[in-house]
C-alpha cells in the first residue's frame, strides 16, 4: 500500500486535472465556454488565475479584470502589480479599474460601494468582451462566514445554504478548498501573490468573524471546516427539495396571465407560514408582519414591493408588475367639446373610440343633451366618485357599485366611467347610466351612446 504525504494529497485534489473537472461541474459543459476571473492579488484569486493558465492548452478562453480601489495607498498599487505582471508574463488580457476621485467614497458601507463598484465593472467588460461566465475565488472560509453572518440575520434554509457555487453565471469553482490549503498550494506552485493586511482588522464583521470567531470554532474539531464543507453540501441538497415541493404547491394555486399572476389566497393562507413566506418571497414580500398582513387585509388593500403590486380581491391575490406607464395608455379621453345644437339628435358609437375588454355587454344610453356640461369626457375611476344610477334611488358610490356588481379589482381598471366638464359621473360603462342626464318627456335634444 503507498501513502501519499499531505502535500502530495494537495496536489492531486487542486490540480488542474481536478479544477477542469470542478468547472464541468459546474458549467456542464466546456465547450466554447469563456470566462472573467476577478483576480485580486490575494493568494485565493492567484491560484484561480495559475489554474485556469495551466488549463489554456484545452482550449480554456479567459482574461482577467483587477480593481484598484486606492484604498491602502502603495500597497493597493502593489496588488495591482502582482496581477498585472502575471497576466503580461502569461499573454493574458488585463483589464483594470483605478479609483479616482470621480468614484466618491461614502463615509460609511465602503464594503457595499467597493463590491457595488466592482460588480458594475465586471458587468461591463463581460458585456464589452462577450464573456460567459464571471469567475470569483471565494472559498470554504468565505462560505463559513457567510454562514455564521446569515445565521445571525434568521435567514432561513437559503441564507444557511451560504454562497452558491453557480448563480447568475458567477462561478466559484474554489468554495470546496479552505484557505490554508490554498496557501499551501500557493506556496508550493511558487504563485505570487500579497497579503491584504487590512483583513486582520476587526472594524468589519466578516473581519471579526474571520479573526475571532472561525478561530475558536476550528478548535473544537480537528475536521470543523471539512465537516462545515459536508453540512452545506447537506443543506443545499435539503434546499433544492425544499424549493422543488413549494414550487408544486404554488403550482396548484397559481394562475397566471400576460399582464398578471393570481395566487389563491384561501388556499395559501391554509399552508404554513414558512410555505406563506418562501412562495410571497420570490414576489419580494419579505416581511413576516407584512404577510399576516396580506392574509386578513380587506378586498382593494393594496401591497407593494419593489417589483411588485399585490391587490387583495376577494380570495385573490393580484400580483402585478410595477412597470413604468405607457405613454399610450390615458387614463382620460376628450370625448366631446360641445354639442351641435343645430340637430336634435346625435349619436356617439363608442366602438372606434374605446376598447372594452373582458366585457361583452351592449348599451344604447340617451341622454338631454341641455342637461348636460360639455366638454364630456372618458375617465378611470377616481377616489370619491358618486353617481345616481337609473332603476334605483338615492346615490351610489362608484366604489360600491363595483363591490355590488362583484366586479374584480383587475376589472376595474379597465372601465371607463363618462364625465362631464365638472367631473360628475354620467354612466359607467357599459353597466349603468346616471338617471338626473336621462331623457324624459320635456327632452328636446338628445344625445345618444353606444
Known sequence: MVYLCTKEILSMILSPFAFEKQLQNLVKTSDNKTYLLAVSGGADSMVLAFLFNKLRDLGYKFQVAHINYKL??????????VVEDFCKKNNIKFH???VSEKDEKPENSIQLWARELRYRFFKEIQAQENLDFLVTAHHLNDQLETFIINLSKASGINGLSGIPANENNILRPLL?????EIYRFAEENKIDFREDLSNKKNDYLRNKIRNEIVPKLSETNDHFLENFGRSVLYLNQTKDFVNHQIDEIEKKLLIKSQENITLNREKLSQETEFV???ILKKYGFNQTGEIQKIFTAETGSLFYSKEFKLIVNYNEL???NKRKPDKNNKDELLLMVNFDFSEN???VNFKNIIEIEQINKSFNWEFDAEKLRFPLRLRRQRDGDEFFPAGFSGKKKVSKFFRDEKISILARQEIWLLSDSENSVLGII???????????????KVLTIR
Do not use: C, H, W
Open 318 to 320: 393580484i400580483l402585478q
Open 72 to 81: 491602502r495607498g502603495e500597497d493597493s498599487d502593489s496588488d495591482q502589480k
Open 96 to 98: 483594470l479599474y483605478k
Open 345 to 347: 339628435q346625435i349619436a
Open 276 to 278: 406563506q413566506f418562501e
Open 176 to 180: 470546496q478548498f479552505s484557505k490554508e
Open 430 to 444: 357599459p353597466f349603468r347610466q346616471d338617471r338626473r342626464f336621462m331623457v324624459t318627456k320635456n327632452t328636446k
